[in-house]
């Protein structure tokens, strides 16, 4: 499997702008996460989906994100309108749900290559 | 909340040399994961190892191996032989066990890691 691939790599945009990031998960994973980090704050999450439905979305910094799930193999997060404040490198995460005593690989979350934004 | 702290901002070691990064926890819960990623400068986040806190045994994965003590919400990484490769920053984090709800990652704030040759 490639992983969990986000694009674009880079996105540098002015205030104002409308931004949208992407993100494929693993296949088969029925988790997947959206990251913040910053140097203030560092990781953080923004929100989560379960079977393509948010679980919790309470990282989410104010109405100018959103972040939706069409089907199991594509998220985004959009940005609208985008401020500088917004620049930091988000990540998405996607994992397999397992029991306790799950067997390799389930229970972890495998991250993306992040997407490092600038507002200018 | 949980809540991650990691002390330590820099550490330094020399190459072949041995390495411990410190982590501590605060929970109520009793069932959890613990993980220890390394960031490079690529800035991929890599899984290094993982805990769960119902073992007792700490977990260990060739170089790279655990303290956990659960009863004073310990979990440090030491790295044995240290390698120019290591050279990252380390971020611990915790996640309840998914019979308690949230699958949220919770990171510490990281340590940075230098390898001198």
């Known amino acids: 499997d490639a992983g969990v691939i986000q694009s674009p790599r880079h996105e540098v945009t002015e205030m104002g702008q409308e931004v949208t990031l992407r993100c494929k998960p693993i296949?088969?994973?029925?988790?997947l996460f959206w990251y913040r980090q910053t140097m203030m704050r560092g990781l953080e999450l923004l929100i989560y989906f379960n079977n393509n439905v948010p679980i919790d979305d309470s990282g989410m910094p104010e109405d100018r994100f959103s972040a939706k799930m069409p089907n199991a193999s594509f998220s985004t997060l959009k940005i609208q309108p985008s401020e500088p404040r917004d620049s930091a490198v988000y990540f998405c995460?996607?994992?397999?749900?397992?029991?306790?005593?799950?067997?390799?690989?389930?229970?972890?979350?495998?991250f993306g290559a992040g997407t490092r934004l600038s507002v200018l | 909340a949980q809540t991650v702290t990691q002390s330590q901002p820099e550490m330094s070691v020399q190459e072949a040399e041995t390495v411990t990064l410190s982590c501590t926890y605060d929970?109520?819960?009793?069932?959890?994961?613990l993980f220890w990623y390394k960031q490079p400068p690529s800035r991929q986040m890599i899984l290094v190892i993982r805990q769960e806190a119902y073992k007792q045994q700490n977990a260990t994965e060739n170089r790279f191996s655990v303290n956990f003590q659960k009863a004073a919400k310990s979990f440090s990484l030491k790295i044995s032989d240290s390698q120019l490769g290591d050279a990252a920053m380390y971020f611990c984090a915790y996640r309840s066990s998914e019979y308690q709800g949230a699958q949220k990652l919770v990171f510490g704030q990281g340590t940075r890691l230098t390898i001198n040759p």
């Open positions: 929970t109520s819960e009793s069932d959890y994961y």
């Open positions: 995460a996607s994992s397999l749900k397992g029991r306790l005593a799950g067997g390799l690989g389930k229970n972890i979350q495998y």
């Open positions: 296949s088969g994973h029925d988790y």
